[in-house]
């Protein structure tokens, strides 16, 4: 008999996975993808590990995923995730195409932890010329900016995504 593990279950596994990385030298988050066809992805935080400020854990665990499903559509994925993901790891899920997202902690927990992501929640919220760190459209030439989407719609090779 197959049995189905629920949402509380897959959490619980991605928050020991997120404990287990701490014993490991890496940062409390674990994430847990779980295809459409039932396979299992793991990732881990390996931000101070790896030196990589990107190496969250939800973005390791699509990583992985892509990977080994040799595709970088997760579409009918569904991520667990240790902790309320940041706003990188949310834009990563939906670059993926993951259908659904749950975590246990939220981002007020991961705060009172020294992980404060609010920062990063605000600055999306603020107006783009109130920002704290600018962020500016330069014009390189007439149309030189273009160039590369021009050749991009002229490639009949591409691979749309």
């Keep these: 008999m197959h049995k189905t593990i629920s949402h509380q279950d897959q959490l619980a596994l991605a928050t020991e996975l997120a404990t287990q990385n701490v014993r490991n030298g ?29 190496a969250h854990a939800e973005v390791t665990a699509i990583r992985t995923a892509c990977a080994e499903t040799e595709t970088f559509d997760l579409s009918g994925a569904i991520l667990y995730s240790s902790c309320e993901p ?37 600055f999306f919220d603020t107006p783009v010329a109130k920002r704290s760190m600018p962020v ?26």
């Design 26 to 54: 890496g940062g409390p988050f674990g994430a847990i993808i779980v295809t459409s066809d039932g396979r299992v992805f793991e990732g881990f935080n390996r931000v101070t590990a790896n030196n990589d400020p990107t």
């Design 86 to 122: 940041c706003p990188m790891c949310l834009a990563s899920s939906l670059w993926a195409r993951i259908e659904a997202v749950y975590f246990a902690a939220d981002r007020h927990d991961a705060a009172e932890a020294g992980f404060d992501d609010a920062t990063f929640y605000e």
């Design 136 to 161: 500016t459209q330069l014009v390189i030439n007439d149309a030189g900016h273009l160039a590369p989407f021009t050749a991009w719609a002229a490639l009949d090779s591409r691979i749309e995504y």
